[in-house]
């Protein structure tokens, strides 16, 4: 089904051609329209196109007015103050409207596609091989998941890359106590859980490690296990290959229970960059744009420097050979732009690596692999803080393992459940609960601006009033339940009917969801959806306590107020969906 054009746009198009018929030398005039409390829309655009022309502002005003051409669209269009114009819709559009909506049968709700989408790689969900995944780790990846739903339903191509940390020297002085110690990593079943598997992996690496510290003998091994795994010693690989396997089924047990999607073809770590250093530094070097000091190959930057004043360069290449961050982060963009043929590179990371990644741009920029058609952009986010406002830890001072954290939201939010059940199995009780809790988690964290830390507060994420998921799985839960009450009445548009003040804010509220897909697909913000989703709900009580659903005064009114329920409901699933969030029937 083709898209619907918005009322907004509609009504845009109308004053902008009855603007440039009143002013032909302006051209094409924005007539800067919005929403406003004081009719439906308002348009401000007059003031600085009658201060541009020297033209008295209400007197121009006045002239729009007469040729605007209202027809079915426009019931009333009236000057206000020194030349801004309100502008009322007929109830008839907003009810044909949101029925041309209700038909899309693509599940669209006749949201348009992107005219020119392109191609963007999206690097999140980044965890480490042969380390638990912890609080930090739980941003980037529900951050990351969003953007890339969001992107992927305006019609852009996504790339997904999950740049996991599976390279480096720790992994030699793993690789050698394995292969000193050879059954530590064997398991008697072949069906091994994500956690038992990193447990495994997690008391290898404090064994390794403390023989790394006390045995200077095995610490020159694991040295020299490094370089063979850097020069792809076939034995030391396969045991490499372990470790990485070993991590993926953990990573896939979280993500799962996160209820994320992550695909194998899609995790490319560090290591799938390595046959590219070499040609990278090369690069980097004969173009001028690297160059060797005190043996490191390194990019200098006026704006960089350390506490001493002295510039703090990029190291693309340590002195002793060796290769950092640097390296292949810059192989990567090489891989990303000229192999992938990406317009845009997106990093969904931490914040505080905001400094690497501006350096990395801007090397990639001196060396012409990022130019005016091909842009990176990274997503920093914020830290997730304690209720006492202090980075989230455990009592001991540790790191809050995720899958705990996880566990205890699914764990509140199932108290929940059970609390309003009515006619829920145990086992239901259990899905809902795990769809409420990991929902709370979610929402709390694209709620809040990605830059801004937040806190993390479960008993708030978790309730039903205020700003939270719950509330918004709760609505929709409601609206199911209205129609399943229905009984013979089904939802159907009725144009010819009046709307009440409640129905038609709630209307014009459903019209602008295509403009804030595009808006938070735009600004890689879903925080902008989380709020269009939230006024959403809470517009929808309104309506729900003015406006008698089923005990309304007609058969065509109560049609006609299902269908509002209904259209509510599936901008409401559909919205939920681009964040990454479930919405169950019955709660």
Not at 18 to 44: E, I, K, T, V
Not at 233 to 256: G, H, N, R
Not at 288 to 304: I, N, Q, T
Not at 535 to 547: E, I, M, P, R, V
Request: proline share 3%; with cysteine; aromatic share 8%.
């Amino acid at each position: 089904m083709a898209s619907v054009t918005s009322l907004s746009d509609s009504v845009h198009q109308r004053l902008a051609a009855a603007l440039s018929a009143a002013l032909p030398q302006a051209g094409s005039a924005d007539p800067l329209l919005r929403r406003s409390d004081r009719a439906d829309f308002q348009a401000n655009g007059i003031l600085a196109l009658a201060k541009k022309e020297k033209a008295n502002p209400r007197e121009l005003a006045t002239q729009v007015v007469s040729r605007v051409e209202s027809g079915e669209l426009i019931g009333d269009v009236e000057v206000s103050g020194p030349g801004f114009l309100n502008i009322t819709i007929t109830d008839r559009a907003i009810t044909e409207n949101l029925a041309a909506r209700y038909a899309d049968d693509t599940g669209r709700l006749g949201v348009p596609r992107a005219e020119h989408p392109g191609t963007t790689v999206v690097d999140y969900a980044q965890p480490n091989v042969a380390k638990e995944m912890h609080v930090g780790h739980l941003r980037s990846a529900v951050i990351g998941d969003s953007v890339t739903r969001l992107l992927e339903f305006t019609g852009e191509s996504v790339v997904r890359r999950h740049h996991i940390g599976d390279w480096g020297t720790q992994f030699g002085m793993l690789i050698q106590y394995l292969e000193e110690h050879p059954h530590e990593l064997d398991h008697e079943s072949a069906e091994v859980s994500g956690e038992q598997a990193m447990s495994n992996l997690d008391r290898l690496y404090k064994a390794a490690r403390k023989l790394f510290d006390s045995d200077e003998e095995f610490k020159t091994r694991a040295r020299r296990r490094v370089v063979d795994l850097q020069a792809g010693d076939p034995q030391t690989l396969a045991m490499w290959q372990k470790f990485v396997d070993e991590s993926k089924i953990y990573f896939f047990s979280v993500f799962e229970k996160l209820d994320m999607e992550i695909r194998d073809p899609d995790i490319v770590g560090e290591s799938g960059y390595n046959d590219m250093l070499a040609e990278t530094c090369r690069l980097l070097e004969e173009s001028g744009v690297a160059v060797r000091s005190e043996g490191a190959l390194c990019v200098f930057f006026d704006d960089v420097k350390g506490p001493d004043g002295k510039p703090v360069p990029l190291i693309v290449q340590k002195s002793d050979g060796g290769y950092g961050y640097a390296a292949t982060d810059l192989s990567a963009i090489r891989d990303r732009v000229f192999d992938i043929k990406a317009n845009t590179l997106l990093y969904v990371v931490d914040a505080r690596q905001s400094l690497h990644f501006r350096m990395v741009f801007e090397t990639a920029r001196r060396a012409g692999w990022l130019n005016e058609d091909v842009r990176a952009v990274q997503l920093a986010f914020g830290t997730v803080l304690g209720k006492d406002g202090k980075p989230f830890k455990t009592r001991e001072g540790e790191t809050v393992r995720l899958v705990d954290l996880l566990d205890e939201a699914i764990d509140r939010a199932s108290a929940v459940v059970r609390e309003k059940a009515q006619d829920l199995s145990e086992e239901e009780i259990a899905e809902r609960g795990a769809q409420v809790g990991i929902g709370a988690v979610k929402y709390a964290d694209l709620s809040t601006s990605a830059n801004r830390d937040y806190k993390f507060d479960l008993d708030q994420m978790v309730s039903l009033n205020g700003d939270t998921s719950v509330y918004l799985q709760y609505a929709y839960a409601r609206i199911r339940s209205i129609l399943r009450k229905a009984g013979e009445a089904r939802p159907a548009a009725h144009p010819e009917l009046g709307l009440h003040a409640a129905e038609r804010a709630l209307g014009l509220h459903l019209d602008s969801f295509g403009a804030t897909v595009a808006e938070a697909a735009a600004e890689y913000a879903p925080h902008k959806m989380t709020a269009y989703l939230y006024q959403l709900a809470s517009l929808y009580t309104t309506f729900y306590d003015k406006c008698p659903v089923l005990k309304a005064e007609s058969p065509e009114q109560v049609e006609n107020r299902l269908f509002l329920c209904d259209i509510t409901a599936r901008t409401l699933h559909q919205g939920m969906a681009l964040l990454g969030i479930r919405t169950p029937e019955r709660l």
